[in-house]
Nanobody, 124 residues
Framework: QVQLVESGGGLVQAGGSLRLSCAASGRTFSIYAMGWFRQAPGQEREFVVAIRWSGGNTYYADSVKGRFTISRDNANEMVYLQMDSLKPEDTAVYYC?????????????????WGQGTQVTVSS
């Protein structure tokens, strides 16, 4: 079992930055792929970015490429999402998720563990 808790969301103006954190607890975190997803009101949960357990492979949605950066600290069981040049369309609840099979896939169904989410609101 892995427990995930996100933090760092908030209200920011367009063009601003936020850094989301995801604290993990439980066993074998360091071998899990981690992903960030987001869900806006009335929309399906969508892939944002994922990182393999080694940290050497990252995958970004086209909509955030060049603006968002994922990183992980396995020793402290943390995953981060640095979000720069934020746009109003980035407004959503952001979730971190863990995949025990280290696939780092875009499919939401490949992730077994989820946090409760943190709200990000970008004003224009």
């Amino acid at each position: 079992q892995v427990q995930l808790v996100e933090s760092g969301g908030g209200l920011v103006q367009a063009g601003g930055s936020l850094r989301l954190s995801c604290a993990a607890s439980g066993r074998t975190f360091s071998i899990y792929a981690m992903g960030w997803f987001r869900q806006a009101p009335g929309q399906e949960r969508e892939f944002v970015v994922a990182i393999r357990w080694s940290g050497g492979n990252t995958y970004y949605a086209d909509s955030v490429k060049g603006r968002f950066t994922i990183s992980r600290d396995n020793a402290n069981e943390m995953v981060y999402l640095q979000m720069d040049s934020l746009k109003p369309e980035d407004t959503a609840v952001y979730y971190c998720a863990a995949d025990p099979m280290d696939r780092a896939a875009i499919d939401v169904n490949t992730y077994d563990y989820w946090g409760q989410g943190t709200q990000v609101t970008v004003s224009s």
